[in-house]
């Protein structure tokens, strides 16, 4: 999952980036993969969902920092939908789920549309079936998003079948195979190329990472893409709020409904009562020293 040769062309169609099917069919969500092999994330970036390594094990990365602060921004402000932070798992399970959680935590927090992915490789790691350990990992790092639907995994179809043979169940992949599809199951994306000229018709990167790791979500909306890797996203403006300006706007519209029409909207006992006996509310209150001024001026 790396990629250094610095080229910036992408595919569009007018100005936006466009995905496998061509114009006129369902979008693929595309997006780029990403780690400290390539510069940090700017906001050249062109797609609404990326994907930034935390770490190898318990190797940190060293642009985690940088990209995670620029991915939670892209978050808040409504310019990405859902954002992926994955590890490159290794055997020492335990020193690795701390690894990530230390870094997240370290940088912010865990936010709410970010998934967490196990990139699964058998470079450099213990030959044969490795679902034992791979699978403690999921689960400390489920815990640690709340779901399981928050977790997903990478892999290419040997590994796949071979290193991770026993899975969770429902998990979601990212299915690594360069220059075919390996439609692996619970597959929600494909990692086309890695930059080098496989698929030549899409992307082979993007800015500002030059040629990188590209994905496609094929026949996904980056919002239905968020939902498969149990990533909920609300629609309309309130979709660019952090979760603490959300609270207090709810907290705003509770005190002018309060204001308008008193405490559990039954009105204020100090602006007196109607002829049913029902306490005022300002506009009544309003309604009835308009209703007195005028007859003071017919009179």
Same mark, same amino acid.
């Given at each position: ?19 496998? /099917? ?18 940090? $994330? ?6 609404? $969902? ?9 190797? /940190? ?15 808040? *402000?409504? +310019? ?8 490159? &798992? ?9 690894? $990530? ?18 990139? $699964? ?15 403690? #990992? ?26 991770? +043979? ?66 909920? &996203? ?14 207090? #706007? #709810?907290?705003? &519209? ?20 109607? *002829? ?24």
């Amino acid at each position: 999952m790396t990629g250094t040769i610095p080229v910036n062309r992408i595919c569009t169609i007018g100005d936006k980036p466009c995905g496998k /099917r061509g114009l006129g069919a369902v979008p693929d969500t595309l997006f780029a993969d990403v780690s400290e092999y390539q510069v940090p $994330v700017d906001d050249s970036y062109p797609y609404r $969902v990326l994907s930034i390594r935390v770490s190898d094990g318990t190797y /940190r990365d060293h642009n985690f920092a940088r990209n995670y602060a620029w991915m939670r921004g892209a978050l808040d *402000s409504g +310019r990405m939908t859902f954002g992926i932070v994955y590890t490159y &798992v290794r055997p020492n399970w335990l020193a690795n789920a701390n690894t $990530v959680r230390a870094m997240i935590d370290a940088a912010g927090g865990l936010h709410r549309r970010v998934a967490l992915m196990l990139d $699964v490789e058998s470079g450099g790691n213990p030959p044969g079936d490795g679902s034992a350990w791979i699978n403690q #990992l999921y689960w400390n790092l489920a815990d640690y998003a709340g779901s399981p639907r928050r977790i997903i995994g990478y892999a290419n179809a040997y590994d796949f079948w071979n290193m991770w +043979r026993v899975r969770p169940p429902g998990l979601r992949v990212i299915a690594a195979g360069y220059g075919s599809n390996p439609h692996l199951p619970g597959q929600v994306a494909h990692q086309y190329t890695d930059g080098s000229g496989y698929s030549p018709n899409l992307p082979q990167g993007c800015p500002p990472f030059g040629r990188c790791d590209m994905n496609s979500a094929d026949g996904l909306t980056p919002r239905q893409f968020a939902a498969a890797c149990g990533i909920t &996203v609300n629609g309309g403006p309130l979709m660019a709020l952090t979760d603490e300006e959300q609270a207090e #706007l #709810l907290t705003k &519209v509770r005190e002018i409904w309060d204001q308008l029409r008193g405490p559990n909207g039954a009105g204020w006992p100090q602006l007196g009562q109607n *002829s049913q006996g029902q306490n005022l509310t300002p506009v009544d209150a309003i309604a009835a020293i308009k209703d007195d001024m005028e007859g003071m001026l017919a009179g």
